[in-house]
């Protein structure tokens, strides 16, 4: 990744105001690189915000929503679309859907009194299997090749707490109960050089087969002996995938399983 020359970015990185931009308008995609901020807001567990600032506009967006905790250590790659709320939880409009990977750029830690807002209560991911030990009935026209997708962070292998586990237990559900013949995982990476807020940022081409081999690997442990065959693809383009919530670069970071049967 190379050095920052942008002298607004700069300013963002380090935690201080710019003056403040007409706000996009609701449904407005947003992308930008940023230190967050958090707002030390208490309405009970992991009820504080998270607060970046796009050095482009200066407007300040509430990602709190993001399945991808920052880390206020490190700049964050944000990806959203604009909520059209009044910020009146987190005193900043928000962003939701919205992505936030930690990328390797130092930041200063910066953190908000509540200052009167009072945060998001903690709510449980529609996505979640609930409950997890009733396997789904799949009948016998169902039994046929079916894709599964799990998303990934930006540059990063790990799958996501309450979001690509999520999606791999759905994946898991079901090849439990339809019990295919094989399994196909292919890993794909967002290689191809992009600039995002003077930043030109991209994925490790090699991260595509880190991350079917690491889905790989935990499908193996849930399903011993069933054959798994794995592949990569870098400079994977943007799909429309409903999981990926309609932000580009989260479509782009992706491992597929597709149960054959």
């Known amino acids: ?19 403040a931009a007409q706000a996009s308008e609701a449904g407005d995609a947003v992308r930008f690189i940023a230190c967050p901020v958090y707002r030390d807001t208490d309405a009970g567990l992991k009820s504080g915000c ?3 600032t796009d050095p482009a506009t200066g407007v300040r967006w509430d990602v709190t929503m993001s399945p991808h905790k920052p880390d206020w250590n490190h700049a964050v790659l944000v990806e959203g ?13 928000s962003l939701d859907p919205v992505r936030t990977s930690v990328l390797d750029m130092p930041c200063v830690r910066h953190m908000l009194p509540a200052e009167g807002y009072p945060g998001r209560r903690f709510e449980l991911p529609p996505r979640n299997i609930n409950p997890r030990a009733v396997a789904p009935v799949v009948s016998e026209d169902e039994r046929r090749d079916r894709t599964f997708t799990l998303f990934f962070a ?8 309450q979001y690509s586990d999520y999606l791999l237990d759905q ?4 090849i439990r109960a ?4 094989r399994l196909v995982v292919t890993g794909f990476a967002a290689s191809a050089p992009e600039d995002v807020s003077g930043t ?4 490790r081409a090699e991260l595509a087969q880190l ?3 690491k889905i790989a690997l935990s499908l193996s442990r849930l399903f011993p002996g069933m054959p798994i065959e794995t592949h990569a693809v870098a400079g994977a383009g943007v799909t429309d995938h409903p999981d990926a919530d309609g932000i580009p670069g989260q479509s782009q970071r992706r491992v597929e399983i597709i149960a054959q049967f």
């Open 1 to 19: 990744m190379r050095a920052l020359r942008n002298p607004a970015l700069v300013l963002a990185l380090a935690g201080l105001p710019l003056a």
């Open 178 to 181: 339809a019990e295919p013949r």
């Open 81 to 93: 679309t604009v909520a059209g709320d009044e910020g009146s939880l987190c005193g900043a409009p």
């Open 200 to 203: 030109l940022i991209a994925e």
């Open 50 to 52: 998270w607060l970046a």
């Open 211 to 213: 991350r079917a081999d």
């Open 171 to 174: 994946a898991a559900h079901w």
């Open 154 to 161: 930006f540059d990063q292998d790990f799958v996501v707490y």
